[in-house]
Structures are given as C-alpha cells and as structure tokens.
C-alpha cells in the first residue's frame, strides 16, 4: 500500500518555493544545533573552578599575602624552585600509591576464597564419575563421610589462616589510605596557596612594574630601557607558565583523593568478604556438617538439593556479572567520540600556520616583484642612456 502511496505523481505550480521552504527548515535545525552546543558550552563555563581566594580561610589568606610579596621573578633559581616542594609531595604521594597497589596482590584473596569454596563444593565428593554417583554407596556411607569431613576441614584451616593474614593486611592498608588521603588533601592545599599567591604577585607585577617600565620605555626611546621593559615581560610570561605546570599538578592531587578513595573501597569490601567467610561461611558450614553426619541417608537429597540450588545460584551471578560487563563495555565504546579535540586543536593550529606561512611567502614575493620592477626600471634607463651616448 505504501509502495504505491510513494509512486503516486504531485504537482506544484511553486517549485521555488516548495525548495525554499526545505532550505529554510535545514536552517533552523542548524541554528536549533549551535545554540543548544552554545547553551551546553555555557552550562560547563558556569561550572568551571576559579582558583581564587575565595577557596582560603582568614589565616590562609594572611599567609598567602605576605607569601606573595617575598616572591622575586626575576630570581631564575627562585622561579625554578617555586612550589617544587609540593610537586614533589604530590609526586612522591603518587609513587606511594603506585607501589602500594603494585606490590599487592588481592589475586591471593581471591584465590584463597575460590580454594575455599572449592573445597566446601568437593567436600564429600563420590570417587564415581556422575552426580548420581554419591548415591550408589550402600555401605560405610557414614564412614567415608566422616572421613571426607577430616579431609576437608584440615585443608579449610590452611585456607583460614592465609585469609586472617591477609585481613590483618588490608586492615593495615585501608588505615595507610586513610593517611595518604589526608597528606593529598594537605599537598592540594599548599599548591592552592602557591598558585594563588603567585597569581596576585603577578597581577600586581604587571600592573605596576611592568607597567611602569613600559611608559618609561616609551618615553626614552632607549634601548636600555625598552629592553629592561621586555625582559621584565618575558619573566612574568615564564612565571605564568610556572603556575600553569602547579595547576595541573593541583589538578592531579585532586583527582589522587577519589583515587586513594576508590583502592581504600576495593580494600574495605574484599575485607568484607573475608569476614564474611570466617564469621558465617565456616561456622555455618561446620554446623551443616553436623547436621549432615546425623542425617545418613537424608542428606543424600540434601546434598543434591544444596548443589543444584548453588549451580543455580552460580549460574545466575555469572551471567548477571558477564551483562553487566558487557553493558558497561558497549556503553563506555558507544560513547566514546570519533575524534578528539586534541586532534582537532592540532589540526587547527596546522592550518593556521600554514596560512600565516603561505601570507608571508606572498608578501615576501610582493616585495622582490616590486624590487625587481624598479631595478628593470634602473636597467632600462642605464641602456638608454648608454645608446645616447653612442649616437652622440
């Protein structure tokens, strides 16, 4: 029906008009486009973080105002030097950190609770093949029970005290995140008191001395004193780089808080899961078996139930874990962009060099055009003054 709805033939007697209007509606979802970038590029300008004073309390403020009148840029080793104390905190923090999830292996904990489990599931397992095998034991049920009992419990209390000392470990760690978190906070603080006292000693170096070297400059005409002007300009630019290099450094001890956060959150859950295992997975287990040694043949279908249901249960986990995963993954990849804005800042920068370049030949070939006209101009008159000079 559709098929025959599009084959049906139309008539205009405005054509123009008809390819107006659709260029007039891609003009407005164009203009519908750069306004809702406009507003969301406004949105993120509002949300963006000035390093101010307004971050400092009444005694910061104090300390990073007498800070900044003591700072000297044209002191090349001070400008050098100037937050590098933090830096390397910051630095020296990160280290840390590296080191500590480096050298730790919560693979081990893992292990140690699969090896548990493992043993808890082989627990009472039948030397035949087949989950049907268990129940064709007929005789000394009782007693092969017990024994597989013995068996499981001695290797359980290996796997037991690899866990308490891994516990003890974590314990150990989250306390270490606890002190790496509060040392970050204060490093962060200190290059927040760097940044912002060496951005007032600057704005106030380029309001008044700079400013004054200029008109002197200016004024004299002097090379002297135009160079004093620009070497005094080129040493605040360096400065401003200087304070450019402990702002992302600052940006880095910031990100390191959620970081240690994060390592200190993994260490408390896996904690968890240890307790958990000594203080309900074994005791219960233990209990089990008790009721399990007096049951005889009634454990037999409860030992069958318990395996499918944790099949069951195992087999749900997984496959919840393996969608989340593979959600996660799909949702991270599709919003990922095609391009990156660093590519696009680098081929911008590209264009416009090539562009000041390609001005710069033409002028350049402007100007030996013009020279080149004049000495033609000098050519011609010196042939025809010398042929004068022969018809004389």
């Known amino acids: 029906m ?32 750069a306004a809702a970038a406009a507003l969301k590029a406004k949105e993120r300008d509002e949300n963006a973080v000035t390093i101010d004073e307004s971050m400092l309390s009444e005694a910061e403020k104090k300390i990073v105002d007498d800070f900044a009148q003591k700072i000297d840029v044209t002191d090349s080793n001070m400008v050098m030097q100037y937050g590098a104390a933090a830096q390397k905190n910051i630095a020296a923090f990160s280290e840390s950190a590296l080191n500590n999830v480096r050298t730790k292996d919560l693979g081990q904990v893992g292990d140690a609770l699969s090896s548990l489990v493992s043993e808890l599931d082989d627990f009472g397992e039948p030397e035949k ?66 940044i912002i006292a060496g951005k007032k000693r ?34 605040c630019n360096r400065f401003e780089k200087k304070l450019h290099d402990l702002e992302l450094t600052r940006m880095i001890s910031i990100q390191m ?36 040694l007096g049951l005889e043949h009634g454990r037999q279908a409860t030992a069958a139930q318990t395996a499918v249901t944790n099949m069951t ?33 680098h081929t911008n920068q590209q264009l416009i060099t090539t562009l000041d370049e390609v001005m710069n030949i033409q002028t350049e070939g402007a100007q030996k055009r013009k020279e080149a006209e004049a000495e033609l101009g000098r050519i011609e008159g010196e042939l025809k003054q010398k042929l004068l000079e022969l018809r004389k």
């Not at 093949?129 to 290996?158: C, P, W």
């Not at 037991?160 to 306390?175: N, R």
């Not at 106030?204 to 004093?228: F, I």
């Not at 959600?327 to 962009?337: D, F």
């Open 313 to 345: 249960n195992e087999l749900l986990q997984k496959n919840a874990d393996m969608l989340k995963m593979g959600t996660i993954a799909t949702a991270k990849e599709a919003e990922r962009s095609v391009v990156s804005i660093e590519t696009l800042q």
């Open 129 to 194: 093949k087949g989950i049907f095998g268990f129940f064709q034991k007929k005789k000394d049920e009782l007693e092969a029970l017990k024994a597989s009992y013995a068996k499981a419990e001695a290797n359980v209390e290996k796997i037991v005290k690899v866990l308490e000392d891994h516990q003890v470990v974590l314990m150990k760690d989250i306390a270490m995140f606890d002190q790496m978190f509060d040392l970050n906070t204060k490093y962060y603080k200190e290059l927040t008191m760097y």
């Open 202 to 235: 600057l704005e106030y170096l380029r309001a008044n001395d700079v400013e004054q070297l200029r008109q002197k400059a200016t004024a004299s005409g002097t090379p002297e004193d135009a160079q004093a002007y620009n070497d005094l300009v080129n040493l």
């Open 257 to 292: 808080g959620p970081q240690t956060r994060l390592l200190q959150n993994n260490d408390a859950l896996m904690l968890e899961k240890i307790q958990s295992s000594l203080v309900n997975t074994i005791p219960l287990w233990k209990s089990q078996m008790v009721m399990a």
């Open 2 to 33: 559709s098929e025959n709805m599009d084959m049906v033939p139309s008539l205009t007697l405005t054509p123009d008009t008809d390819t107006a209007a659709a260029t007039d509606m891609e003009k407005v979802s164009q203009e519908a486009e």
